[in-house]
């Protein structure tokens, strides 16, 4: 069965430079959620959408903006990337008709030197 | 979201059943109990999810005890598979709502 898609999977940056991360859900899946895990830490909800609107928010940096396209495939923008950013990032995607089940990518592993 | 409480960390033979405890006692009425796993630094994985119903599914049983401030998951026939962080998870659900991860139960199966 498909699955939820990020790209890249892995990916290095500056300190300040910036970052896009994206996330195709699974076909038909209209909701999608990001999360950030640091080191040894639990995964933190950061932000969601439904329907191409913003619909919960949670710990998101204002340095951060997301948003969610006509495909329902979103994008995580970082900006003025920090060391504390280093972190694996979720894209999870639910549909109207299961919407209490998120299934969850592979995740994009983020590191900032 | 209510607040949950779990044991860091369980051992389990293998074949055997897992029992992983939850206590949610600030639960409210609308708020479902939620189970998600986390294989090390893979995206997590959806268990299982109840009210106030005892739930059973291919993966696992879910036990809410009547008054819901607590709950346990079971695993009936653990295998090393199984080795992940356990989050249980209070949430009205629905909607677009964000998942509030604690600090979960590392259970590790032994061969």
């Known amino acids: 069965a498909a699955g939820v898609i990020q790209s890249p999977r892995h990916l290095i940056k500056e300190k300040r430079e910036t970052a896009t991360l994206k996330c195709y859900p699974i076909p038909r899946h209209d909701t999608v959620y990001w999360y950030q895990q640091g080191p040894g830490q639990d995964p933190q909800f950061l932000i969601s959408f439904y329907e191409k609107m913003q619909s919960d928010k949670g710990s998101i940096p204002d340095r951060f903006s997301a948003q969610q396209f006509s495909d329902y495939h979103s994008e995580l923008n970082m900006s003025s990337l920090e060391l504390g950013d280093s972190a694996l990032y979720f894209c999870?995607?639910?549909?109207?008709?299961?919407?209490?089940?998120?299934?969850f990518g592979p995740g994009t592993r983020l590191t900032v030197l | 979201d209510a607040k949950t409480t779990q044991p860091p960390s369980m051992d389990c033979a293998e074949g055997r059943a897992a029992n992983l405890p939850c206590n949610h006692s600030t639960i409210s009425g609308n708020e479902y109990v939620y189970w998600y796993r986390q294989i090390h630094s893979q995206g997590p994985q959806y268990i299982i999810h109840?009210?106030?119903n005892n739930e059973t599914n291919e993966m696992a049983s879910l036990i809410i005890t009547e008054d819901r401030k607590s709950s346990t998951l079971i695993l009936p026939h653990a295998t090393l598979r199984d080795t992940a962080v356990y989050y249980c998870i209070v949430s009205s659900g629905g909607g677009a709502d964000g998942l509030t991860f604690g600090k979960g139960t590392h259970l590790i199966i032994q061969p």
């Open positions: 109840g009210l106030k």
């Open positions: 999870a995607s639910s549909s109207t008709l299961r919407p209490d089940t998120q299934y």
